[in-house]
């Protein structure tokens, strides 16, 4: 499928120009609103931005921005009120429930603030039951190098009761990557921890990206967390106003200086 670039509409910033085969998930014009009339909040204001394959986004901007808003459109979790959204080359507006719970099981990852794990699992079932859902076997050989890399050898017979928190979102991101899907979201996922904690979860997600070519998209607070990535895209009022590439913890934080101050 061939995507047009969106030309620019209302003077929003369009961050679309990667190639469709190298896109793992776009958002063209997407508009999301909640209510109507006078109390309608426009939480996503025809927001254009593509997300490389391979590459390590981080969405900030201050609260009540769009940030989750955004990612739960591009993630299926939530629907659009204009605009689309295509991950790979599969359009979701006009796909079955069926088929988006398909897609989002077989081509979406998540890592969730809370962790999201089932308590009366053990942290390999946990892992596996995005694809023990599906009927597919696990690929043994994968699945081991991942919980190899997120040094959780030890600890799959665990419930995640018996885990610290950082132990349970690296259960997370373990079943996030399983799948190897096309794309991983991240909501907040170090929201709940502490720096060692999160700079271990961000390490690890890195370098699902620098070894294992995986994509990856999170919301953050933190410009520490956001200087993990290849790539801040700032969003203000539900629109997109800002973009940074390589950052750094200290670069993204002059840019929010200068977002606030506008
Ligand atoms: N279900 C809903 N009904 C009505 N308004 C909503 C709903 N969900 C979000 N909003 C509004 O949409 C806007 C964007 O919300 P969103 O949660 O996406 O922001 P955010 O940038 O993720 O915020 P935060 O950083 O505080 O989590 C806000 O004004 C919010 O109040």
């Given at each position: 499928?061939?995507?047009?670039?969106?030309?620019?509409?209302?003077?929003?910033?369009?961050?679309?120009?990667?190639?469709?085969?190298?896109?793992?998930?776009?958002a063209?014009?997407?508009?999301?609103?909640?209510?109507?009339?006078?109390?309608?909040?426009?939480?996503?204001?025809?927001?254009?931005?593509?997300?490389?394959?391979?590459?390590?986004?981080?969405?900030?901007?201050?609260?009540?921005?769009g940030k989750?808003?955004?990612?739960?459109?591009?993630?299926?979790?939530?629907?659009?009120?204009?605009?689309?959204?295509?991950?790979?080359?599969?359009?979701?507006?006009?796909?079955s429930?069926?088929?988006?719970?398909?897609?989002?099981?077989?081509?979406?990852?998540?890592?969730?603030?809370?962790?999201?794990?089932?308590?009366?699992?053990?942290?390999?079932?946990?892992?596996?039951?995005?694809?023990?859902?599906?009927?597919?076997?696990?690929?043994?050989?994968?699945?081991?190098?991942?919980?190899?890399?997120?040094?959780?050898?030890?600890?799959?017979?665990?419930?995640?009761?018996?885990?610290?928190?950082?132990?349970?979102?690296?259960?997370?991101?373990?079943?996030?990557?399983?799948?190897?899907?096309?794309?991983?979201?991240?909501?907040?996922?170090?929201?709940?921890?502490?720096?060692?904690?999160?700079?271990?979860?961000?390490?690890?997600?890195?370098?699902?990206?620098?070894?294992?070519?995986?994509?990856?998209?999170?919301?953050?607070?933190?410009?520490?967390a956001?200087?993990y990535?290849?790539?801040?895209?700032?969003?203000?009022?539900?629109?997109?106003?800002?973009?940074?590439?390589?950052?750094?913890?200290?670069?993204?934080?002059?840019?929010?200086?200068?977002?606030?101050?506008?």
């Amino acid at each position: 499928m061939t995507i047009p670039p969106p030309p620019e509409r209302s003077g929003a910033p369009v961050l679309t120009d990667v190639p469709d085969e190298i896109t793992a998930a776009r958002a063209v014009h997407l508009s999301k609103y909640y209510g109507s009339g006078d109390t309608q909040v426009r939480a996503l204001d025809d927001v254009s931005v593509a997300f490389r394959r391979g590459e390590f986004t981080a969405i900030m901007g201050p609260s009540g921005s769009g940030k989750s808003t955004l990612m739960h459109c591009l993630a299926g979790l939530d629907s659009a009120s204009d605009g689309s959204v295509i991950i790979g080359d599969t359009e979701l507006r006009g796909l079955s429930d069926k088929e988006m719970t398909r897609l989002r099981r077989d081509r979406i990852g998540f890592v969730f603030q809370a962790f999201n794990l089932v308590p009366t699992l053990t942290a390999l079932e946990n892992i596996t039951l995005p694809s023990d859902i599906a009927g597919r076997k696990p690929d043994r050989d994968w699945l081991d190098s991942v919980v190899g890399r997120l040094g959780l050898r030890d600890r799959l017979d665990h419930r995640p009761s018996e885990l610290s928190g950082g132990q349970q979102q690296r259960v997370a991101c373990a079943r996030a990557l399983a799948g190897r899907p096309d794309i991983i979201f991240g909501d907040e996922p170090t929201g709940n921890l502490d720096s060692r904690s999160s700079g271990e979860v961000l390490g690890i997600l890195r370098s699902s990206v620098t070894d294992l070519g995986q994509t990856v998209v999170i919301v953050t607070h933190d410009p520490r967390a956001a200087g993990y990535a290849d790539r801040v895209v700032f969003l203000a009022d539900g629109r997109i106003v800002d973009e940074l590439r390589d950052p750094t913890a200290d670069t993204v934080l002059d840019r929010m200086k200068n977002l606030e101050a506008v």
